[in-house]
């Protein structure tokens, strides 16, 4: 391994770390939930019509099932999504978004957008954003190929 390899993973996610805290910091500023909620609202949302089972959900979210059933409770308790059983077997668990729920996701979306954009896409070119996007595709598909990690067609929060 070269020298450097080590450095570029901790970049990394020193980047990410710093990237995710700005995010928190100017939700919270603007009075709006966390980076967590907003990332189940999304999870939910691009389900099946803004439907998912609670193991697709975790999945999605690269989230352990009993983070998320905690987190799937408080937003339900705050009427962002419901659950339901599932029409196919009547056993597993559907969170669903609500109309309150979508709202709440793009209200904090244009905040995450926007810092995104200013903090993120502004460092690179839409060559280096492109590929970027692609290398980190790849580093989640090979995570996904050993068993450890989430799908990458999960990829792009709107």
């Known amino acids: 391994m070269a ?6 993973w901790f970049r990394f996610v020193r980047a990410h770390r710093c990237l995710i805290r700005e995010i928190e910091r ?3 500023c603007a009075g709006l939930p966390s980076y967590a909620w907003y990332d189940a609202l999304w999870g939910v949302e691009s389900g099946v019509d803004g439907a998912r089972r609670m193991h697709e959900l975790a999945d999605a979210m690269v989230i352990e099932r009993y983070n ?3 987190l799937v409770d408080r937003l ?3 009427g962002l999504v419901e659950r ?5 077997d009547g056993r597993g668990a559907v969170a ?6 979508r709202a709440l996701r ?3 979306w244009k905040i995450y957008k926007a810092a995104v954009d200013e903090l993120f896409l502004t460092q690179f070119d839409l060559e280096q954003q492109r590929f ?3 290398a980190l595709s790849r580093a989640a598909d090979a995570a996904h190929d050993s068993g450890t990690g989430a799908s990458s067609s999960d990829q792009g929060k709107p």
């Open 68 to 70: 998320l059933t905690r």
């Open 106 to 108: 793009k209200q904090m």
């Open 84 to 88: 339901r059983r599932a029409d196919s």
């Open 132 to 134: 970027f996007a692609d």
């Open 3 to 8: 020298s450097n390899e080590p450095d570029t």
């Open 96 to 101: 669903v978004i609500t109309p309150k729920g």
């Open 76 to 78: 339900e308790v705050e």
């Open 26 to 28: 100017r939700l919270a």
